[in-house]
């Protein structure tokens, strides 16, 4: 088991940065993805990046070069520092793991980026 708490969401405008955090229960060192997605109203939840154990980075084309998401595995955390954020990227941010084949959720935190 696995349990994911998010951090960091909120409201900011245009071109402004926010840097999410997520601490899981257990040590990320047993965790072989940790991932970030996302979910707009009205939309699908869509993979926004992730990060293997080894900790080689995977970004969606639409958040390269903009976003950056990082392991730190002595505080058990991944985070994900968002730069030059845009109004599209307004949405419910949820941590994401996967641990021996199963799939484990944070609840989720708001992030609203204003024009």
């Known amino acids: 088991q696995v349990q994911l708490v998010e951090s960091g969401g909120g409201l900011v405008q245009a071109g402004g940065s926010l840097r999410l955090s997520c601490a899981a229960s257990r040590s990320t060192f047993s965790i072989n993805v940790m991932s970030w997605y996302r979910q707009a109203p009205g939309k699908q939840r869509e993979l926004v990046a992730d990060i293997s154990s080894s900790g080689s980075p995977n970004y969606a084309d639409s958040v390269k070069g903009r976003f950056t998401i990082s392991r730190d595995y002595a505080k058990n955390t991944v985070d994900l520092q968002m730069n030059s954020l845009k109004p599209e990227d307004t949405a419910v941010y949820y941590c994401?793991?996967?641990?021996?084949?199963?799939?484990?959720w944070g609840q989720g935190t708001q992030v609203t980026v204003s024009s």
């Open positions: 994401h793991a996967l641990h021996r084949y199963a799939n484990y």
